[in-house]
């Protein structure tokens, strides 16, 4: 048995106890209601049964588990962990936002309905787009959406044998997924000593079956694709379009906008940039903008402004606007409050904001570069400067001391600092990618440094501290084989017990 | 206003370090030309003061009505404790738990909730969510064919029930992989499967049975689940997850039970908010579980022997198998199942009855006092849940205007989406309506109708 004075780690099913109840949650009477015993539940599913007290004190302590960006530097490469200001939250959750339904009429919507038309005329400016439509859910959805697009445009002027979509070998992993889902065959391409695309190998994946290509840029490499007008140009010659992934769009914010580029789409992930929250994994949002070209295949509904007699009235555009569109991805409207979430943020920010998000970002991320250099690290790609963020390579460490990327990422978490996104792009061995965003202080910058030149340090020295990392966490390093080989998806109250028995 | 707390001097210091002269320098690998001045079309800040008073004007324009939609989304009682807690910093900005040891909040929160919703559904595994209800049918329907490798159609049939736009949004994102969705026939007494007009040499590779349906209609879910699974069909079952504290869990149906249980968990402590963030759940049987798509959470130890929790069976997703992922997905709607799991805990399972009883007797009396005005019908008999199809004798659209005119929200134009069903209202009345609301929607109507 788990002594008393260790509830902090018990499930809340097993703090249940039979007929205890939050009673003011629920209604008072049973009411009484015909359902046919053929369609009725006879069983009664094992849902925890607790006080209000008790539930609260038991996810309230389970928050203190967590890591977050606001008790941790979390500079995880390609993730934009920048701080989330709490009025997006608190005003996102005002009663009229909250309490809306998704079919209540435009007119009881007006609120909501103006804020999210301003945000796609906003959006537009950043990214120099002419379209754009807040339904995607997230940034793979955004994806989905713009490779289907493409997929669209091109079946609707009879170019059906255009299936082939180029990714370079350094893209995020959702690039070929979402080909994939979208029916078309990825051609993978690899990348030059410096982190550009390479055009030859362009070239010759370039041809009639050519639907498009999908770039990130600034890479995940963490490097501007300079020859990226070039790029457009081949790839346009060759009758294929281009899709800009949002992700590292905070390296440029309000320096370089896709749509110069010559992008004809792009989806935009709202919870980097635009810094709505992560919520452990989700809720994000994928807004996708698009050029001329594409304007006509937007998912829909997409927010439009019609004049009346009483002035401006903010509607639905559906089907009916959108004929050739590629159709709806969410049940309503996307991910409503988190939309709301963004453009409270850049109302807040404002245009000059904007400009100084790209620029601190960059110097951030270009100092940390440099601090790090000078201690002794090696950098992915030494020749170029950073954008947004930046790899660091451990291969050296790694074969002098034993001392890999998920070492130092787990000798981190003792620092606390939450450890950089590591074993990604997968081209770069041991690396570390390591994303500070604006929001971070030269201090906590120069800490940064100072963990991890000790962290190498005791593994120069000898010391093995950094494989038994971290140590200072709820639990120590986790047996991941086991968890994928005996799989434990959900408590079962026998098996729990049979575990306790066995530990005591 | 950016957030950024550099000073002068701490940018002068950081350029000195990094031996460039200004910011601009740090952009010198972009093509000049690529590089704007200035970004005309978004204004100038506001401080968090200007910008709350605009919200503040903004929400209050859209607050005070009373709502009788549901169609998908449903209004409930939400415990003050349940967004208090998730919005803790430390749940709301975290990220995707790939530290496990530095998020072991999260971790056993998805645990927990995997654990809940298995227990609701009656299925064994549970993924760690998805994006919604609509976007998680087309999952589970292509997850439906990576499981059923021996059926050769790419058919997946829906029953009547199941919701048109959930099908156009299955088709949106499955139809680029071949799968053709399908309605099967409607006995349009019921509203439910047509079983006398079932065609028995179909062998589609999924049957998609919602329950309750879209309109509110009941399915003899046994019957249709034993159907399918006689032709090698998977069972998909589109679930409420309020009304299974009352109908049978997709895992009892038929003589094996459905294969796939997914649906809209917003009904569990998620606010309508104009229509997301919402979340969708998925479970499944234990030998499916390596097609499930998502994230999924698994208990195991720690070094010590210890127990904790972690991100599990990763070789399905897109950062490991790219092409070959299950899926593109990359989020699990991690705050939404925060709440729902908190919600799940404050109810249990008596809370979530009385909260599903209550609101399927509200709706039986809202249907009572509208059906007894001249002029407006009951489409299906009884029974039904918190849902129910009305039938008018004009076009719904002016009504609901007027409706809407009294701050009263009153159901869904299913014309919209279903125009076969002719001048078609649906309408739900949860827990949260009280006799003298639904005395207010009767009143007001009444007086329209007699127009």
């Not at chain 1, 709806?328 to 991910?335: C, D, K, P």
């Not at chain 2, 009904?267 to 499916?288: A, C, D, E």
Request: with cysteine; net charge negative; glycine share 8%.
């Amino acid at each position: 048995m788990a002594s008393d004075n260790t509830p902090y780690d018990k499930l809340i099913f097993e703090k249940s106890r039979q007929g205890r109840r939050a009673f003011a949650q629920a209604p008072a009477d049973l009411a009484d209601v015909d359902i046919p015993a053929a369609l009725a539940r006879n069983d009664v599913p094992a849902l925890p049964e607790a006080s209000e007290l008790q539930v609260v004190r038991h996810f309230t302590r389970l928050s203190q588990k967590n890591f977050s960006i606001d008790t941790h530097f979390y500079p995880l490469g390609s993730c934009t962990m920048k701080y989330n200001p709490r009025a997006c939250n608190s005003l996102a959750l005002l009663p009229g936002f909250t309490g809306r339904h998704p079919y209540a009429p435009v007119e009881h919507g007006q609120g909501y309905m103006t804020s999210m038309f301003e945000l796609q005329e906003m959006l537009k400016a950043v990214t120099g787009m002419c379209g754009v439509s807040l339904t995607p859910m997230a940034g793979a959805q955004g994806e989905l959406a713009g490779v289907a697009m493409i997929r669209a445009y091109h079946d609707a002027r009879g170019d059906t044998e255009r299936r082939e979509i180029i990714v370079p070998d350094a893209a995020h992993g959702t690039n070929p997924a979402t080909a994939n889902m979208c029916g078309c065959v990825v051609r993978e391409i690899p990348t030059g000593p410096e982190g550009d695309v390479d055009i030859d190998a362009l070239k010759a994946a370039l041809g009639p079956k050519t639907a498009g290509i999908m770039l990130t840029n600034p890479s995940t490499l963490g490097v501007f694709e300079r020859r990226i007008k070039e790029v457009a140009e081949l790839v346009h010659d060759a009758g294929g379009l281009l899709y800009y992934d949002g992700a590292n769009l905070n390296a440029i914010l309000g320096k370089v906008r896709p749509g110069d580029m010559d992008f004809d789409v792009i989806h935009m992930n709202l919870h980097k940039t635009f810094s709505t929250p992560h919520g452990g994994g989700g809720p994000g949002s994928g807004a996708v903008g698009v050029g001329e070209r594409l304007l006509p295949f937007l998912p829909v509904p997409v927010v439009k402004a019609v004049d009346t007699e009483d002035g401006v009235l903010y509607d639905w555009a559906d089907e009916t606007d959108y004929p050739q569109s590629i159709g709806r991805l969410s049940g309503f409207m996307g991910n409503a409050g988190v939309n709301l979430r963004a453009y409270i943020y850049m109302r807040m920010v404002g245009r000059e904001g904007m400009r100084r998000i790209g620029e601190y970002a960059t110097l951030n991320a270009n100092y940390l570069q440099v601090r790090l250099r000078e201690a002794g690290f090696e950098l992915a790609f030494p020749t170029r400067r950073a954008s947004h963020e930046f790899i660091v390579t451990l291969k050296s460490e790694a074969r002098q001391f034993e001392l890999t990327a998920m070492d130092i990422a787990k000798a981190l978490l003792d620092y606390n600092y939450h450890a950089p996104t590591t074993y990604f792009p997968l081209l770069v061995p041991e690396c570390l990618l390591i994303e500070p965003t604006e929001t971070e202080s030269k201090e906590t910058l120069d800490g940064f440094v100072d963990a991890m030149i000790r962290i190498v340090n005791d593994a120069r020295q000898g010391g093995a501290r950094f494989k038994e990392a971290p140590t200072s966490l709820p639990v120590r390093r986790l047996d991941d084989h086991k968890a994928a080989r005996q799989l434990d998806l959900r408590f079962e109250p026998d098996s729990g017990e049979a575990e306790e028995a066995s530990a005591a | 206003m950016a957030f950024i707390p550099h000073t002068d001097d701490d940018t002068r210091e950081m350029l000195a370090a990094i031996g460039a002269d200004s910011i601009d320098d740090l952009f010198d690998e972009i093509p000049k030309d690529l590089i704007i001045e200035s970004l005309d079309g978004v204004p100038e800040a506001l401080s968090e003061m200007h910008v709350a008073r605009l919200m503040r004007e903004r929400s209050r324009a859209d607050s005070g009505k009373l709502c009788f939609i549901g169609a998908g989304a449903y209004e409930h009682h939400i415990p003050s404790a349940v967004w208090e807690l998730t919005t803790r910093g430390e749940f709301y900005s975290a990220y995707t738990p790939y530290q496990a040891e530095a998020s072991q909040g999260t971790l056993q929160t998805i645990y927990e909730y995997q654990t809940m919703i298995t227990a609701l559904t009656a299925l064994d595994v549970s993924n760690a969510s998805l994006y919604d209800g609509a976007s998680g049918l087309a999952e589970a329907a292509l997850m439906a064919v990576r499981t059923n490798r021996k059926a050769k159609s790419t058919d997946v049939l829906l029953a009547p029930g199941v919701n048109p736009v959930y099908r156009r949004v299955a088709d949106a994102i499955a139809g680029n992989q071949g799968l053709n969705f399908d309605y099967l026939p409607v006995d349009r007494s019921s509203g439910t499967v047509d079983f006398a007009a079932l065609d028995d040499d179909a062998t589609p590779v999924a049957v998609v049975i919602q329950q309750p349906g879209f309109l509110g209609t009941l399915e003899d879910v046994d019957r249709l689940t034993d159907w399918a699974h006689e032709r090698g069909a998977m069972v998909v079952a589109v679930v409420n997850p309020t009304s299974l504290a009352v109908l049978k869990a997709p895992g009892h149906w038929g003589g094996e039970g459905a294969d796939i249980a997914c649906g809209e968990g917003q009904p569990l402590g998620v606010p309508l908010s104009s229509g997301g963030p919402y979340f969708g759940f998925m479970t499944t049987k234990q030998k499916f579980v390596r097609q499930m798509p998502g994230r999924i959470v698994g208990r195991t130890t720690d070094l010590d022997g210890k127990s904790g929790f972690t991100l599990t069976l990763q070789a399905r997703e897109q950062h490991i198998r790219r092409t070959k992922a299950t899926s593109n997905i990359c989020t699990n709607q991690g705050l939404m199942v925060t709440a729902a799991t908190i919600y799940m805990s404050l109810l249990g399972f008596e809370g979530l009855r009385r909260v599903a009883l209550a609101s399927a007797a509200n709706t039986a009396k809202l249907v009572d006092v509208l059906t007894a005005i001249d002029g407006i019908e009951r489409a299906f008999p009884a029974p039904g849940f918190h849902e129910a199809l009305l039938v008018l004798d004009r076009p719904v659209p002016p009504v609901l205007e007027a409706l809407a005119r009294e701050d009263i929200q009153g159901g869904f134009d299913v014309s919209t989406v279903l125009p076969e069903w002719g001048n078609g209202l649906l309408v739900s009345a949860t827990e949260t309506k009280t006799d003298q609301d639904i005395a207010r929607y009767a009143e007001s109507l009444s007086r329209i109708m007699a127009v």
